[in-house]
């Protein structure tokens, strides 16, 4: 028995024993559990961690000063039922324009990335950095004496193309706008004022019949004028109001073609648009000592060109100088007479080229209203030529467009026709 009670209280021991140091170990090891709870629930940050940036995608939208007023236009896609329309010089004897096909190439512009700073801490606070832009120019005055108004004479050949007979046809006149782009008297103007395309006309018989005649013109020569010296060139809100007008005394100064913009390596759009020359005042006109130009000076106020590509212009207001036909009326009867006007509007969208010029800007695109020899006019922001009025679209005058100053700087890199 008592043997007995010794194994039954040594077996009892054991269970005691067993019992303890599986409570022991538990113990142990939910300790271990807690203390690590406890290191990663409250562990504090000293100090604040740099986090990777962000990528945001934003859309900075350049204006003017708060000076002047600023309309935003929306931009308008265009379908490929759209035509546009080349603007014909004021000509004496009026041709029909053929209508360009719009581009497709549209330039994206105005869109930075900018990339915040973002520091984590205990509020978790973002701090964005702010976007950089690229600021505007500064304001340039412009000298009403840069704009220029242009007429050209040409000599026409009237062939019969049925049999080729040709026949000696009568001079005709044409009219257009420039802007003086150097000291030496280079004027930046459209390629078509001063290179006519070939014509037909259908000519009614005297039996009863019809004969088509194909008309070809070669330019004779081309006088240019300006306003007088001084002359107070109208303010955007002057041209909204009286729009007032101002007349070239006197065509001075005989100019004569030394560029005009090559169609070599461009696509059909480029070509379409790529509508520039550049003239150069070498003499004077017949009638200028008569009223009183009697000597070529030796140097002329001219304006500067801006390339726009490193700027969102979609919104700017933009102002044009030029001598469109619909002013002469009321004027006086002669063809001769050319009267500067102004026209404000605001950039509606800039599209890149799509061949040659596919790296700058090609057309400027804004609600300007056109009219005939406005051709050539400079398109200014800031004082700045941004582009070389040349069309709109046909129905909507206000739906209007220019070469812009890139393109043209690019194809005349390497001469000496821009600048001082």
Known sequence: MNGVGLGYNYFINMLDFFDNLIKTIVAIFTAGIITLGGVFSHKQIETPVQMPPIQVQAVVQQTESSSIEVIASSTKSKTAKEEEKIIQPEVK???????????????????????????????ATIILAQPETNPHPRQMQIDSQAMVGILCYYNTKLTNPLNG????????????SGVIVNSKGYILTNRHIIQREDSTEILNTSNGGQLQINISYQLDHCEAGTVPAGTHLPT?????????????????????????????GLSNDEKLFADFAILQITGLSQSGPTFGVTSVPSSFPYAKLLAINNYDLTGNRVITYGFPGDVTLGQNDSFQTLTMTG????????????????????V????????????????FWRGYVIGLTTFYVEGNRKESGSVASDAIIKALSGTNYLGP
Do not use: C, W
């Open 236 to 264: 955007p809100q002057e041209i909204e109001t009286i729009n007032p007008l101002i007349r070239i005394p006197v065509l001075g100064y005989i100019v004569k073609p030394v560029y005009i913009s090559s169609n070599v």
């Open 93 to 123: 004897k009026s041709a029909i324009p053929k209508p360009p096909v719009a581009s497709d190439t549209t330039a994206e512009t105005g869109q930075q990335n900018i990339s915040p700073i973002v520091q984590a801490n205990a509020t």
């Open 165 to 176: 007979a040709s026949a000696a046809g009568g001079q005709e006149m044409i009219r257009g």
């Open 343 to 362: 026209s404000v509007g605001n950039v509606t969208k800039v599209e890149f080229g799509n061949l040659a010029y596919a790296d700058v800007p090609l």
């Open 364 to 379: 400027v695109y804004t609600n300007l209203e056109i009219f005939h020899g406005r051709s050539g006019s400079p398109l």
